[in-house]
């Protein structure tokens, strides 16, 4: 087992991420590096750059790719790949301090990793056979309060109160407000996944239809509707963007990526004084609010691209429970005590 951390290995730093995950370019760097640094004999790059190849070759998303990478540098820092045995394997897992989401995303990561390293022939044993997978937590679904929604919506457009030196608190306007406003309305009227966002180009528009076309995951292709007040906030957004093939762009015309819409995201529940709401919070918001307004959890499944309705019916939970609060509130019964 190695005992060196890929932070403290001496000479310069690879490049490491910076919030959660690495973008699975700078993955192989990283490995590379680490291999370097701790002599690690050169095969184990070979096999992370040829299973890297094997997930592109299967199309899989860069977000997935860059999970499995993130994975495999993690567990390149903990031991040798191809020498690793269940009982280390198992001991990588247990040393995560980590959700039992994340801890089934590693299981994840390196089953398909070893799966792969026996197809190719790499090795005649597969070590993650047996390890059980982990159970992840279930979370509590909790919509953001309308009265939320309201205050993020309102701190968009100017900076939060500052000082200078000598003068009165003051604001200043924010440039990209337009574009913050089509994202927060964007995710709240479709429910779409972040990775969905961030992939959205202008060709995949038609806000004379009110139609939005996007790819889920496995690359599956799914038409949602949008109201006219989210059209009209793009249309109002886009005059201002530089050309460009996708829809949401940075101030150098570079693409948004995940990080930077939860950067977005964190600076408007800060200004706006509410806790710290993720894109996957604004999802479980519209299915609810869907639920609530138009009980059908069929389209709501299709409209949310999920393959089956498991998640689907959490939802349904929900609405439900709200429906019979506001009839306990509401009955007359109840009021006049008969």
């Known amino acids: 087992m190695f005992t060196i951390r890929v932070r403290e290995a001496g000479g310069s730093n690879p490049p490491a991420p ?20 701790t002599n690690t004999e050169q095969p184990t790059y070979t096999w992370i750059e040829g299973f890297q190849l094997a997930c592109r070759a299967r199309k899989l998303s860069d977000h997935t790719i860059a999970d499995y990478m993130n994975t495999l540098y993690k567990f390149v820092s903990f031991t040798n790949p191809e020498t690793a045995t269940r009982t280390q394997i198992r001991e990588f897992l247990a040393s995560r301090k980590v959700s039992n989401k994340t801890l089934l995303n590693y299981h994840i990561g390196l089953s398909v990793f070893y799966k792969w ?69 964007l995710l709240l009227d479709t429910g779409m996944r972040v990775s969905e966002l961030v992939g959205l180009k202008c060709a995949d528009l038609d806000l004379k239809q009110l139609i939005i076309k996007l790819f889920g995951k496995g690359h599956k292709e799914r038409i949602v509707s949008i109201s006219t007040r989210t059209a009209q906030t ?49 999802r479980h918001t519209f299915a609810v609010e869907y639920l609530r ?32 609060e506001a009839h306990r509130r509401a009955s007359p019964v109840e009021h006049w005590g008969l």
């Open 117 to 185: 390293v026996v197809e190719e022939s790499l090795r005649s044993d597969n070590p993650m056979l047996g390890i059980k997978r982990p159970k992840p937590e279930t979370r509590v679904i909790q919509p953001i309060p309308f009265e939320h929604i309201k205050l993020i919506l309102a701190a968009i457009d100017r900076s939060a109160p500052y000082k200078r030196p000598g003068q009165r608190s003051c604001t200043h306007t924010i440039p990209s407000a337009k574009r913050n406003q089509a994202i927060i309305l």
């Open 18 to 37: 910076t919030s959660g995950y690495m973008e699975w370019q700078n993955c192989l760097p990283c490995i590379h590096w680490f291999i370097k640094m």
């Open 293 to 324: 307004n138009h009980p059908n959890i069929y389209t709501l499944q299709e409209t949310l691209g999920h393959t089956t309705l498991d998640m689907v019916r959490q939802y349904l939970v929900i609405s439900q429970s709200d429906i019979r």
């Open 234 to 282: 793009i249309w109002r957004y886009r005059p201002q963007q530089i050309p460009s093939e996708y829809l949401f762009t940075d101030d150098h015309n570079h693409a948004l990526g995940r990080n930077a819409i939860n950067q977005i995201l964190r600076r408007l529940c800060k200004k706006a004084g509410v806790p710290l709401y993720s894109p996957h919070d604004f």
